[in-house]
């Protein structure tokens, strides 16, 4: 039986330029809205792949699209935004790279008529990259920025706007320079970050590794991301990058100093402080829906067998305990994981009592 077509905002032919992770999964999210996508890309066999996984069809030169979407690699996305103008003059065209100033400051130079162009970024993604990593899901519960300007009319900013509402992502309009100060803050030296922390495994003894807990692998998750495709986005977003990298390395020298003497005084505050600060700052990120809700977490010990993972939530459900977040870490040399389970903080008690008398283990809470 065929998947049910969902009502669409999007009308007409969307040309989606680009077949990588975003592109494709563009497309596989307007599909199943019964939205024709024609798919265009460089590669032959990346585009072969993205139509053969039902990411849309192969773009004709009969092709008249109401929409075109490009999402190709930063060092080329002003080049293709400006072919796309030239040949589809009718068409909203949007990007989806992830800097907005450094396209639209070298198609400006060039003189290209921007009128109907608005700059987009759909702040998701996966490690993994290309079309057979694309999922239709990647952009809900997602911010997806645009950068309208004066010359931007309610028509074609409500095309644009309807894309992301379409996949399921909330518009947020920033300027091309918030946007890109943003997402060096949130993105861009986060990356760096994890790299330059996962670098210093390369050389490790292998007795420190199997240290290794839940904690460093989240802190260095994405460091597994493609080097060649980062090397482009840094360069674009050079300046705002250098700046946040600047203040974070005074920070860093300044535990180091404290460290090097911790019984010198105000040492112990100066560490402290940083991790105060920490405290505060992830406060401030925003949670589930883009709510500033906090929760609470319960850690509950579960057998590494079939099944068992299933069984905590239906009994959590049977508990009318919802699990706002959840985050596993396997315990090296036992048959047993640790479920990291988010809960609104009301729910923390029932939560406990109620699986502790179902027999389950729980190892700690937030409050322990």
């Keep these: 039986m065929s998947e049910p077509v969902l009502a669409s905002r999007v009308h007409g032919t969307v040309r989606i330029v680009g077949t990588g992770l975003l592109g494709a999964s563009i497309g596989h999210a307007l599909r199943a809205h019964g939205v024709d996508v024609a798919l265009d890309d460089t590669s032959p066999s990346q585009l072969r792949l993205a139509v053969d996984y039902g990411a849309g069809r192969r773009a004709t030169d009969a092709d008249d699209p109401t929409l075109v979407v490009v999402a190709v690699p930063p060092d080329v996305t002003a080049d293709v ?10 068409a909203v065209v949007t990007d989806v790279a992830s800097v907005k100033l450094e396209p639209l400051r070298t198609l400006r130079e060039r003189g290209v008529d921007l009128t109907h162009y608005i700059g987009s970024h759909p702040l998701a993604g996966r490690e993994r990259g290309g079309a057979i990593s694309a999922r239709a899901d990647i952009f809900v519960g997602r911010p997806w920025v645009v950068c309208r300007d004066g010359e931007t009319s309610a028509a074609d900013l409500a095309v644009v706007e309807g894309l992301a509402l379409e996949l399921g992502a909330t518009p947020l309009e920033m300027t091309p320079e918030d946007h890109d ?35 460093v692998r989240d802190t260095t998750r994405i460091a597994a991301s493609a080097p060649e495709l980062w090397v482009q986005i840094l360069g674009a977003n050079a300046a705002p990058v250098v700046d946040v990298l600047d203040l974070l390395a005074a920070d860093l020298t300044s535990v180091a100093d404290a460290l090097r003497d911790p019984d010198a ?3 112990r505050r100066a560490v ?33 067998t079939p099944g068992q993972l299933g069984r905590l939530f239906g009994e959590l459900g049977e508990l009318d305990v919802n699990v706002e977040d959840l985050r596993l870490e396997h315990s090296p040399g036992a048959q047993f ?12 008690r029932r939560a406990v009592d109620g699986l502790e008398a179902r027999g389950w283990k729980i190892a700690s809470t937030t409050n322990d």
């Design 181 to 215: 100060r943003g997402v060096a803050l949130v993105s861009h030296v986060p990356q760096l970050v994890a790299s330059l922390l996962a670098g210093r495994f390369v050389d490790a003894p292998d007795g420190s590794l199997r240290l290794a807990g839940q904690g």
């Design 81 to 90: 935004i400006e072919r796309e103008l030239a040949r589809f003059p009718r």
């Design 265 to 267: 005084p105000g040492a």
């Design 337 to 348: 994981g640790l479920a990291e389970i988010s809960v609104v903080p009301s729910a923390v």
């Design 272 to 304: 402290a402080d940083t991790i105060r600060r920490g405290n505060d700052g992830v406060e401030r990120l925003p949670g589930k829906h883009g709510q500033n809700r906090r929760f609470e977490q319960v850690v509950v010990m579960v057998d590494d």
